[in-house]
């Protein structure tokens, strides 16, 4: 017998909405990911009265319940900045999005721009004295500068900017067969608290 899977609660659909808008390498704006989610389930976020609008205050609300680490911590930002997809958020959605009925496919269409971005920035990591280090198994050797300079990061990049950086490479190459491991390794090196 078939197990009856359970529907998706709204904070799940704001992060697949995420998602599909590229929500993996860039920060999305809470109205772009209000017209995604409407697409994905129509009707679920509109006014009570006027069917026909879609409440933008209740998807920030579900935006900020999908930021809480009870409900998965799946997306970072705030309303005014817009929102990414953490590591988890990526893996809920990668594994969730064909759950939902929509005419989209289950990855997010890469513009020109995007597409030429990751092909340089793979091309530059790989040629970054750090990766030389991992690669040839020397990774305990390698310098927090090279650390930085293969995340693009310095000493003036701090907080949340540092966050941002580093979560855009994890999310975008952290699965990548090349330059994965070396994410995994190199992040440590330049965590700050």
Not at 62 to 65: N, V
């Given at each position: 017998m078939k197990s009856k899977q359970r529907s998706l609660s709204n904070h799940e659909i704001v992060t697949i909405a995420v998602f599909v808008l590229?929500?993996?390498s860039k920060q999305v704006d809470t109205e772009d990911v209000a017209k995604e989610a409407d697409k994905l389930a129509p009707g679920r976020f509109t006014?009570?009265?006027y069917r026909d609008q879609i409440d933008k205050e209740l998807i920030r609300v579900?935006?900020?319940?999908a930021k809480k680490p009870k409900n998965g911590g799946y997306v970072a930002g705030v309303g005014n900045d817009g929102w990414a997809l953490t590591s988890a958020g990526l893996n809920f959605a990668r594994q969730n999005v064909g759950r939902l009925e929509q005419n989209t496919n289950s990855s997010p269409r890469l513009g020109l721009k995007e597409k030429n971005w990751r092909k340089s920035e793979k091309v530059r990591m790989l040629g970054?004295?750090?990766f030389d280090k991992i690669s040839s198994g020397h990774g305990d050797i390698v310098t927090e500068q090279e650390a930085e300079a293969f995340f693009r990061l310095d000493s003036y990049v701090t907080g949340k900017a540092r966050?941002?950086?580093l979560l855009r490479a994890k999310n975008v190459f952290g699965d990548d067969p090349d330059l994965g491991e070396a994410i995994k390794?190199?992040?440590?090196?330049?965590r700050r608290n």
């Open positions: 590229g929500g993996e006014w009570k009265k579900f935006l900020s319940d970054t004295p750090a966050e941002q950086k390794t190199l992040e440590g090196k330049v």
